[in-house]
């Protein structure tokens, strides 16, 4: 027999069994690892895979359909190989049957009257015993693995390579989607994961397992027998699936407290409560580089989840304050913003890491602004030739805003009226009347009539070239201090 598994052909060479195969030859090097009597029609739930099936033939249907969805389930659980007793109650066999066999590679055995179900069972159990004591070891020392994280600190990969040695299987991990569910371990082929969390554990050479968290598996570990080595069954399998959900669990828990953590830090930074050395020491404990530049983005009109998950391989520091989310991280933060559907954002030139953030929060915010006004996803501050040269003193654009806007904005407050807001829709459609008329919803005359009203409380020609400029900075200064959106 081989020397690490039983196979299908090991019990077809027993002298003993007199076993013959019907179909299904190509499958013939598949492991066993159980042999079982079933007259059921449908004994997959109750099945573990590579189980031999035997059976006298009152389970198996009679049409030529039934008899292929009868195969097609044995074989979808992994079921090595169905044994047929001869001359008992096996209905006719249909052609679609054998195809099925020949197709799938499912061997289909005929056992002699003769020749006693147990007689099979025996045979297997008798086999599979001298590899029992392997088994054993192999189950104890995974179930080491807990003792292991804590007295060596290993890391994720070193775990789960040393897991692989001892379990006798290639492991791989892979959230519920496909991604990488933690560094270091490799992600499986798609196709083999299932389509619902309770589906049969076996799959063509190997199990593939749930890896449970709250709320529902966060993904799925796949185990493939590895070639010349001994898998140790599928009781470590689910051992090391549980290994895979406590270091799930480790890992979220480490990423909730360092966002706290960064929470607390960008909040310190947005006040300006950090040196640049003590930040630094802080930023790059938190995984920021300190090799490149940093950019702070505002960001508007997205919930946390879509925020932390288009970031999710990104590092950064996240601090929500009311509607507004701040960001601070590498340049790559942008596009992956930008990509989140119906997201306003902006983003600072960048800095070097740990420097204060008082210029950067003022570029980021007017930036943001622009974004949501011209219904961008993401604007880099820069991109406004006007609003770049605002001094970024507040007290000197609250004077620039009184001395040009004071009277406008009094009037809108005392009338509950749209003077400023009218011109600044105006200035923003390259004064055509039309479209800023159309963009506010009020007739060409209503338009022309606030912006005589505008220049006579503000004393502003809009005719005037000066008076445009003077005007426009003034708007853009008080959108910077928030006096209007």
């Known amino acids: 027999m081989a020397e690490h598994k039983l196979t299908v052909e090991d019990l077809l060479r027993s002298p003993a069994l007199q076993l013959r195969v019907l179909a299904g030859e190509a499958g013939l090097s598949r492991s066993v690892s159980w042999a079982h009597v079933s007259e059921l029609d449908d004994p997959t739930p109750w099945l573990l895979g590579a189980e031999v099936i035997m059976t006298t033939g009152i389970g198996v249907p009679r049409s030529a359909a039934r008899q292929r969805a009868y195969l097609e389930r044995l074989d979808d659980a992994g079921v090595c190989a169905l044994a047929l007793s001869a001359q008992l109650h096996v209905p006719p066999l249909h052609p679609a049957f054998f195809e099925a066999?020949?197709?799938?590679?499912?061997?289909?055995?005929?056992?002699?009257?003769?020749?006693?179900?147990?007689?099979?069972?025996?045979?297997?159990?008798?086999?599979?015993?001298?590899?029992?004591?392997?088994?054993?070891?192999?189950?104890?020392?995974?179930?080491g693995?807990?003792?292991?994280?804590?007295?060596?600190?290993?890391?994720?990969?070193?775990?789960?390579?040393?897991?692989?040695?001892?379990s006798g299987y290639d492991v791989y991990l892979s959230t519920r989607s496909g991604r990488p569910l933690l560094p270091g371990v490799p992600v499986p082929p798609p196709s083999v994961l299932p389509a619902a969390p309770d589906a049969p554990p076996t799959i063509p050479g190997g199990f593939v397992l749930p890896v449970s968290a709250p709320g529902g598996p966060a993904g799925y570990l796949v185990a493939f027998e590895r070639e010349g080595a001994r898998p140790a069954g599928l009781a470590v399998v689910?051992?090391?699936?549980?290994?895979?959900?406590?270091?799930?669990?480790?890992?979220?828990?480490?990423?909730?407290?360092?966002?706290?953590?960064?929470?607390?830090?960008?909040?310190?930074?947005?006040?300006?409560?950090l040196d640049p050395p003590a930040a630094r020491r802080r930023l790059a404990r938190?995984?920021?580089?300190?090799?490149?530049?940093?950019?702070?983005?505002?960001?508007?009109?997205?919930?946390?989840?879509?925020?932390?998950?288009?970031?999710?391989?990104?590092?950064?520091?996240?601090?929500?304050?009311?509607d507004d989310h701040y960001l601070l991280g590498p340049p790559a933060l942008g596009p992956a913003v930008a990509a989140v559907p119906g997201v306003a954002a902006g983003m600072s030139r960048p800095f070097p890491p740990?420097?204060?953030?008082?210029?950067?929060?003022?570029?980021?915010?007017?930036?943001?602004?622009?974004a949501a006004e011209s219904s961008r996803s993401l604007v880099l501050y820069g991109d406004d030739t006007t609003g770049r040269w605002l001094p970024e003193d507040p007290a000197t654009l609250a004077a620039l805003v009184e001395y040009v806007l004071g009277k406008v904005l009094a009037y809108d407050e005392a009338h509950n009226s749209y003077?400023?807001?009218?011109v600044r829709t105006w200035l923003e459609h390259n004064r055509h009347m039309r479209d800023a008329a159309r963009a506010l919803h009020v007739?060409?005359?209503?338009?022309?009539?606030?912006?005589?009203?505008?220049?006579?409380?503000?004393?502003?020609?809009?005719?005037?070239?000066?008076?445009?400029?003077?005007?426009?900075?003034?708007?853009?200064?008080?959108?910077q201090l928030g006096l209007h959106n």
């Open 101 to 143: 066999a020949e197709e799938r590679g499912m061997p289909v055995l005929e056992v002699p009257l003769a020749v006693p179900f147990i007689a099979i069972a025996q045979e297997v159990a008798a086999a599979l015993q001298e590899d029992a004591s392997h088994r054993l070891g192999a189950q104890l020392q995974v179930f």
């Open 145 to 166: 693995a807990l003792r292991w994280l804590a007295a060596e600190d290993l890391d994720t990969a070193t775990l789960f390579k040393r897991l692989e040695r001892l």
């Open 238 to 273: 689910q051992h090391i699936a549980t290994v895979a959900a406590l270091q799930v669990a480790m890992a979220r828990h480490e990423r909730e407290t360092l966002r706290r953590e960064g929470a607390e830090t960008l909040a310190e930074l947005l006040q300006d409560l």
């Open 286 to 322: 938190l995984g920021l580089s300190m090799e490149s530049d940093t950019v702070l983005l505002v960001v508007r009109g997205v919930p946390d989840d879509a925020l932390r998950r288009a970031m999710d391989d990104l590092p950064h520091l996240m601090l929500r304050r009311g």
């Open 354 to 370: 740990g420097e204060p953030l008082r210029v950067a929060q003022r570029e980021a915010t007017w930036a943001a602004t622009h």
């Open 419 to 422: 003077l400023l807001a009218s």
């Open 443 to 479: 007739h060409p005359n209503t338009l022309a009539y606030r912006l005589r009203r505008f220049s006579e409380l503000s004393g502003r020609d809009l005719d005037s070239s000066a008076a445009f400029a003077e005007v426009w900075l003034a708007i853009r200064a008080a959108r």
